[in-house]
């Protein structure tokens, strides 16, 4: 009888010409990719992604308090200096109870907080119990380390609620794998950091935290031009996640910084009096 | 000794432009047929359009069309095993995954192909996925792709904008417009970029998806300088309709006379 033994499997990539069939296989071990045949595989590379200008550029932030992780971030996708979406979903829900967000290339984070998903999944059926929030965050580490020096572009906290509470890692394409309070990812994230540094109190209400959340990405987008659209908020508790709110911060500036109705009826007088 | 660099590239591009838009029961999915390479035009009449052969969705690439003929291969053949193996045709939503899966599997030696996937979801509306060339996709209510791209979203964002399905309350990010009102946007479109893309032009080919069917338009577009006399007249016929004004109508009269006597020489 042959034992299965996929879980014990190493994560080296099988470097080579993966056929089809790879992608067919599952995902217990680390998928092959096709690789091309140059002496100057960096030098490649850096041609290939001047040619392909990968979606980046963003502001991204998690912070642990009292009631759970909250997790913000924006919406917009630069290539170079195109605005290439204002939509895009930089918060990638991995399961109902552990959420991963986008920093640096949106091919990259898609895919492997997809692949993320697949193999928390494997694990529960294969345990019988949700993977700690640990678990998930040096499975995507140890993927990523694999992967080390090809060029991938990942700066990822996965934030999420298992039995030991609340937790938050900060993992990127180097393979580093950081646990903390609070992080912010991104172009953006010096913006971000100054208002949640001076704003954050661990023993904060959900509505509080929220707002603190909003109100460092709506600075971060105000001031860096590679953030922008839609400003999200979600906040984990012990039952999982909820999507607290999406505002647009365009208009968001408009709400904290309201422009003063006397001078606004001061210029239309002007103007119909022209 | 100076370092050799490689002269010769495995990449090219072949220009062009893709557009999609989805309705609340249609989709529709254009493209331009022109093929260049540098300065040089291969063929006015090379289609960037990919049916799939599933009748919810659509593909339409600009980019390297060698990548994209490879890409459209590859699809078609898993959309069969995926048929063979589930007895159904793929949804829409489910061949946007596949296609984002595929690209990224090529990953460290890209396809150069910058896909609109368009098409219609389980319920009947229309959907388009629009994609980057390492295979990253967001669920959009339209989009533009390719050379002339930069031209034409930022008109497609003043005419269509619609809320972004990230905001909350959500709200739908279909566009209200009507299927032929939908087409005709399409068509201005693209008569603006080939104006100012030289890779965009020749031919426009859309293709209409609804639960019906998949009807096609072909439309020709300006080849040369020497069609802007006539493009000029139907500019100045819309002008008098809207704007009533007799001195307008002679000052483009006058300019579209010019321009004939002297287009012969921009050829």
């Known amino acids: 009888m042959k034992l299965d033994t996929s879980g014990f499997e190493t994560s080296m990539p099988t470097i080579g010409f993966g056929s089809s069939n790879d992608m067919l296989d599952g995902f217990s071990t680390v998928p092959s990719f096709d690789l091309p045949r140059t002496t100057d595989f960096d030098g490649f590379q850096k041609e290939a992604v001047q040619m392909v200008k990968p979606a980046k550029g963003t502001t991204t932030l998690a912070f642990i308090f009292k009631e759970g992780v909250m997790v913000a971030a924006d919406s917009r996708a630069s290539m170079g200096g195109y605005i290439s979406s204002q939509s895009v979903k930089k918060i990638i829900e991995i399961n109902p109870y552990m959420l991963g967000t986008m920093a640096g290339g949106a091919a990259d984070c898609q895919f492997w907080h997809r692949n993320l998903g697949i193999k928390c999944r494997l694990h529960e059926l294969a345990n019988k119990r949700r ?48 646990k903390g309070d609070r992080f912010s990812v991104g172009s953006g994230s010096p913006y971000a950091y100054g208002v949640l540094d001076s704003g954050y109190k661990f ?24 953030s922008g659209g839609v400003a999200s908020v979600y906040h984990v508790g012990s039952n999982g996640w909820t999507k ?6 365009g208009e968001l500036h408009y709400h904290y910084y309201p422009v003063p109705p006397a001078i606004a009826e001061q210029v239309m007088e002007e103007a119909a009096a022209e | 000794m100076t370092k050799q660099h490689a002269n010769w590239s495995p990449y090219d591009n072949n220009g062009g432009t893709c557009v999609a838009i989805a309705g609340s029961d ?3 999915i254009a493209a331009d047929t022109r093929m260049s390479t540098g300065y040089s035009i291969l063929s006015r009449d090379y289609s960037k359009i990919h049916n799939c052969k599933a009748d919810k969705a659509v593909l339409s690439s600009s980019g390297f069309q060698a990548d994209v003929k490879a890409l459209q291969k590859v699809l078609k053949s898993r959309h069969l095993v995926y048929q063979h193996q589930h007895n159904k045709q793929m949804s829409c939503p489910a061949m946007a995954q596949l296609l984002s899966n595929t690209l990224y599997f090529k990953r460290f030696f890209p396809y150069y192909a910058f896909n609109v996937l368009g098409g219609l979801d389980e319920e009947g509306k229309g959907c388009v996925f629009t994609y980057d060339a390492v295979g990253s996709y967001e669920k959009v209510g339209y989009s533009a792709q390719g050379s002339g791209s930069t031209l034409i979203m930022p008109f497609l964002d003043n005419q269509l904008k619609s809320p972004s399905p990230l905001l909350l309350p959500a709200q739908d990010a279909i566009t209200p417009l009507s299927e032929p009102e939908a087409v005709d946007l399409v068509k201005t479109v693209f008569a603006s970029a080939t104006e100012r893309d030289i890779y965009t032009g020749d031919k426009l080919e859309i293709m209409i998806l609804k639960a019906d069917g998949i009807r096609t338009e072909v439309m020709e577009l300006r080849k040369t300088l020497s069609e802007c006399w006539q493009h000029t007249l139907s500019i100045v016929l819309i002008r008098i309709s809207t704007l009533g004004s007799l001195c307008y109508l002679e000052l483009c009269l006058k300019f579209s006379c010019v321009v004939n006597r002297f287009s012969f020489s921009y050829l």
Do not use: Q
């Not at chain 1, 700690?132 to 694999?146: D, P």
């Open chain 1, 131 to 178: 993977i700690s929030v640990s678990g998930a965050s040096k499975l995507l580490a140890n993927m990523l380390y694999s992967y080390r020096g090809m060029g991938l572009s990942v700066g990822t906290m996965i934030a999420g609620w298992d039995e030991t509470g609340p937790g938050l890692y900060y993992v990127d394409n180097e393979g580093g794998r950081l």
């Open chain 1, 203 to 226: 023993d904060m209400s959900v509505e509080e935290a929220s707002e603190l959340a909003r109100r460092s990405i709506y600075h971060a987008t105000f001031r860096d031009g590679a």
């Open chain 1, 244 to 249: 607290l709110s999406g505002d647009d911060v």
């Open chain 2, 26 to 28: 249609y989709c529709v």
